[in-house]
């Protein structure tokens, strides 16, 4: 049982007496009992041997947490209500007033917008790096920085860093590194074994996407591979009173033994119509870290893809970019988008439906990165639906373009 993947199916589970089923019970509570007040006294909230309050912990939030903590190849883990909460949960608990926190350029963008309100408003400060410059990251780590983000690939412009570089630099300079892993998912690459003796210290997940699969479930993870930094997360997340419902929790039970099936399955197709775009005249660059020429592909290959890497399976997630010619008009590329109808407009990703989101990336990006064509950036997430349908919508809808 050496497979990641098997052991999160075949994982330790002590059922009730008398009943073993493929999937672990749902157990609700606020209030659990103490059989006395020793017994009371003597509970830790922290200790997953016992349970002291529902926000702490039921057996099906540990069961789910110790899956996920399998999954990412770490040891600990705290689920939050969204992948969001996990990113603010981390900030929160590893920054104080005076201290900076270091964020790729690239960043799902909520990420920034919390630097930018509450951080800031505490007087914590944060900058920019560029996520494909080690040398500007090394550069801009300083006494007050306490924490760096890494993302692989950055959201909707999908650069892949080189990520075992920024974290041997972080390990260097003494500052803990947070990864948002939820491209990586678990399945990529394993965030607490990038190879060359390179681990996060943190990776947060937004079991939104992959894990759940259903479009139908928000919730976060943040695992750690360290007892005293993971108390820290623990401690920070009981006292913002963070909790997640024992059903989503179960909804994400139901749907972790099938996550490599659904990733490999997004992959594939995701990759069969990203290759099919990529040739057509409209598209003036494809951003997809599987495919040579897009930002950061080798290092891509070096983490994800050759054999002998980290993880060594050639994996990608289900979801590119492209940017149109910048001879298409902003109308035009709406246009576009409302002309697609499998591909249906909404945020998110890693369910069955495929959606599409346009970004107006000069609002997103100063200066224009070089790195990047001129145009419209469209970014699409592949759901489950047959490639030949998702492919003739695309045609259909190119059109569009033309008028
Ligand atoms: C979706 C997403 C999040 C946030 O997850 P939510 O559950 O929607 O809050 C964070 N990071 C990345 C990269 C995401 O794609």
Known sequence: ??????????????????????????????????????????????????????????????????????????????????????????????????????????????????????????????????????????ERIGARTKLVWLEAPGSVTMEFPDLVAQVRLCRERGVPCALDNTWGAGLAFNPFDLGQGQAVDLSVHALTKYPSGGGDVLMGSIVTCDEVLHLRIKGAHMRLGQGVGANDAEALLRSLPSIALRYDAHDRAARALAGWLQQRP????????????????PHWLALCGAAGSAAGNGRAAGIFSVILHERYSAAQVDAFVDALQLFRLGYSWGGPVSLVVPYDLAAMRQPWPSHLARGTLVRFSVGLEAVEDLQADLARALRQLQG
């Open 1 to 138: 049982m050496s497979d990641p993947q098997t052991r999160l199916i075949h994982h330790p589970y002590v059922p009730p007496a008398g009943f073993d089923a493929p999937q672990a019970g749902v157990h609700k509570a606020s209030t659990v009992f103490f059989a006395n007040v020793a017994a009371m006294r003597a509970r830790d909230w922290k200790n997953k041997a016992g349970y002291t309050y529902g926000l702490h912990g039921t057996p099906t939030t540990f069961t789910l947490e110790a899956r996920l903590a399998t999954l990412e190849g770490g040891q600990q883990c705290v689920l939050v209500p969204s992948g969001l909460a996990a990113i603010a949960t981390v900030s929160l608990a590893l920054l104080k007033t005076g201290d900076e926190v270091l964020i790729p350029s690239n960043v799902y963008g909520p990420s920034r917008t919390l630097a930018e309100g509450e951080l800031s408003g505490w007087g914590i400060t944060h900058q920019l790096y560029d996520p494909m410059d080690v040398a500007d990251l090394a």
């Open 282 to 297: 409209e598209v003036a660059q494809l951003l997809h870290p599987a495919f040579e020429g897009s930002p950061g592909h």
